[in-house]
DNA sequence: ATATAATACTAAAACGTTTTAGCTTAAAAG
DNA sequence: CTTTTAAGCTAAAACGTTTTAGTATTATAT
């Protein structure tokens, strides 16, 4: 024990205070009195002496046995992303709920990294995982499952793995602000999205390739990939190309640090939006609102997918891995500001 | 041990393998082999067989014997907030340089949410806590430091405690702009603050209030507290009254969501930065360099406070937290853009 | 009366470590 | 040759739980 919590009153001085044993005080405490039918009145005498002496178990001893230690694994790829950060809240909130805390890393988008925060926070005990997955983990994320380690991937997911996960309907999402702004008379309409084979990416690339083509306007697709170690400079790059070179009416960001960047390049060539070009946006952003023409976006329901993504996890560490595998694909909501109509 | 962990090694298979004594192994492996006399032969094939066989010292048992979880418990008071979002981070990374893991709660700016927070990180392990303290906190520190509980205050901190903290020169951050704005010909300047005991807000109020004494502008010292309950609102409230009550003719905000919601306002009422009314803003976002007129703000050495943190923090948890306190005061910087100009 | 069953409880092992105290054997000292 | 010292190693306890396999004791059935 660390000298600053020696004071801790263990179960052995509850059943030494009570003047029975150990075992005794264990059932009573994790409600197994009546199954290994403990007296009624023992049972009171023992909760009323765990009150008073202030008892709580100690987690660490309680896992070490092989029960649980009520944490919750959760790799994002970066915490300081604002979609992240939310995300992660809202996984706080619920797993505190539930009784459960969250420790948590930083993927970086690398998988080796995914690999390294898998080892630690699993040996630190963690009863289940939440991870938003990145190019190449698949093996690893097969691993997981094969090894039934509760795991719920969040944000995106590999469809061909049978493995639960919470996310958007990405697809959709990219259908309802290509269709928004075809109905607002655009053509040539242009996507910005991250160089990935993640399902997130190529689902968000494939909503909008769908429409086009829906429309009649297959010849317009215009998608460009950016990498993750430049996106600033390889958007600004893209971004100049859409407006200089390709003569696009309107630009459909896929993620929100790609609306970021977009919208300051935007800013920096004096475009104006949505009279030089049309602009949606991805997940919220203080900077839609305060941007000089205010921007329409796709919202993600991030407290539902956050909030399945712990429920979810949960239900596995409690009933074991074996219990079917849960997708939860969530609804996203275009929200129209002016910086997509065409008379804004 | 959980089902989808039984494969792991232990050190009992490593003694076995070798042909000797789980405590030889776990001498060796600790780096005590000099210390015991164990011939170098022997803790060569020791670690030979741990190499071979991948064995990694289950950190939960470890801990149990009285050691240390290598978790440290960080309570912010929104991990959401793009400001502690960041720290975070930048805490996440030093921690995992030094091989700790991160553990972490929200407690909303409450202190009972951080008494229970605290328990709960410590019953989890936590080595030493990094605490962003909030009103009503005092005590609870107090007592933190009198069980010499490894802890470290990060933003704010209790000068009248010998409590270690890592936190920003606050009160040289509104001199520097305050000054800069009187330099500018500004008169009419307030300040907007949350309600609040903490030293973060007295010293940014007591350093713009300072500055403009100094300045004989005794009587133009304007101050607004708001609540951090209904901050919007209260934010809403407060500039409109300082616009067109107050004819103020530069607004300090002294926090980034107060910047925000402030900003928000502004553009609302169709206010012209800088000419209808200056602005500084604090911390960073993304809102500053995008708003309609670029926004001069104080800048926080996020990384640095947050390393200092955790180096601090690591250093007690090693030495004990008997060794003299370490109090880290850092410099803000201001960053000017037109927001603040006289002629804009 | 005796076997059987039910009730109310407990001893002890186990989880994977670390550490204290001690045991051999061989070398050095007397 | 004994005794002491040193070298090289190990047995076993301890950390705080949970759980298995009991043991008494009393009640019920035969």
Redesign the interface.
Known sequence: ?????K?KVSIKDVAKAVGVSTTLVSLVINGKAKQYRIADEMAGRVMAKVKEMNY?P????R??R?G????IGLIVT?????FF??I??VI??RA?ELNY??????SDEKYTNTQKLI???????A?GLIIVPCDGSEKIMER?HL????TVLIDRCFKNLDISFSCLDNHRATVLATQHLIEQGFRKISLIAYQSQMSNVLDRISGYKDTMRKAGLEKQINVKQVSFSNTKSDVFGTVKRFIEKDKTEAILFSTNMLS?HG??CL?EMNVKIPDDVAVVGFDE???F????CPVSYIKQPVEQIAKTAVDILVDKIKNG?SAKQSMAVLEPELIVKRSSLRNG
Chains 1, 2 share one sequence.
């Open positions: 024990m660390k000298d600053f919590e004071k709580t100690n987690l660490i001893a896992n070490l092989g649980k230690t009520q944490l970066d915490i300081s992303n604002p950060s939310m992660s809240r706080e909130n505190n805390t969250v420790i948590f890393g930083s080892d630690v926070l699993l040996n630190k005990g009863d997981l090894n039934k380690t509760p970021i919208l300051t800013k952003s203080d900077v609102d305060l941007y000089e891995e």
